[in-house]
């Protein structure tokens, strides 16, 4: 299975400021006939299911705001808000669903500092 | 508008059986594979099973093969996961969700959940 490892486990940053989560897969998740890297982002609020931000590691699913970006290739990547708002509070997930068991990182819970 | 709403959960007793649904609606239910994860209290999130849009594929996790069965009726836009040989373990808010395309794709959408508790 891939193995997928995420950091930090919290993180408080304060309003306006740069957040970012990292997301480390013990095998590439980079398709090469494709050149796609099979990575998505969602955003976990109390009480709520998970919601998807980004899929293929840096694609913006529609309605998201353009605070959120991702970004890495093969086996390192990243979730970066630019700008931290309140309403962002939340547990942020990397998966990978490259090959099945599709697989999940242990979550970072993001607050405001 | 896509909506997804499961039903079926509650307590059981530790080798009881319970029948989870989703009902699907807002799209091409039978276009679509389906999956289900779920999540105990306070933890993160596990991948389940899934079952393509025809539903003659269907995969599980390690933790439930063989005592955990997906299956899907497109006739009635409904999703299912029968839970037998129930474990503490299995324990969750289990959640139905859509594949935005293939199963090698993320999911798009989410049900609310569902809780089972496994629990003498």
């Not at chain 1, 930090?8 to 013990?26: F, M, Q, Y």
């Not at chain 1, 970066?80 to 979550?107: H, K, M, N, R």
Request: with cysteine; glycine share 10%.
């Amino acid at each position: 299975d891939i193995v997928m490892t995420q950091s930090p486990d919290s993180l408080a940053v304060s309003l306006g400021e740069r957040a970012t989560i990292n997301c480390k897969s013990s095998r590439s998740v980079l398709y090469s006939s494709n050149n796609k890297n099979y990575l998505a982002w969602y955003q976990q609020k109390p009480g709520q299911p998970p919601k998807l931000l980004i899929s293929w590691a840096s694609t913006r699913e529609s309605g998201v705001p353009d605070r959120f970006s991702g970004s890495g290739s093969g086996t390192d990547f990243t979730l970066t808000i630019s700008s931290l708002q309140a309403e962002d509070v939340a547990v942020y997930y990397c998966q990978q669903y490259y090959i099945a068991p599709l697989t999940f990182g242990q979550g970072t819970e993001l607050e405001i500092k | 508008e896509v909506q997804l709403l499961e039903s079926g959960g509650g307590l059981v007793q530790p080798g009881g059986s319970l029948r989870l649904s989703c009902a699907a609606s807002g799209f091409t239910f039978r276009s679509y594979a389906m999956g289900w994860v779920r999540q105990a209290p306070g933890k993160g999130l596990e991948w389940v099973s899934r079952i393509s849009g025809s539903g003659d594929t269907t995969k599980y996790a390690d933790s439930v093969k063989g005592r955990f069965t997906i299956s899907r009726d497109n006739s009635q836009n409904t999703l299912y996961l029968q839970m037998n040989s129930l474990r503490a373990e299995d324990t969750a808010i289990y959640y139905c969700a859509k594949y935005s395309a293939g199963p090698d794709t993320p999911f798009d959408y989410w049900g609310q959940g569902t809780l089972v508790t496994v629990s003498s």
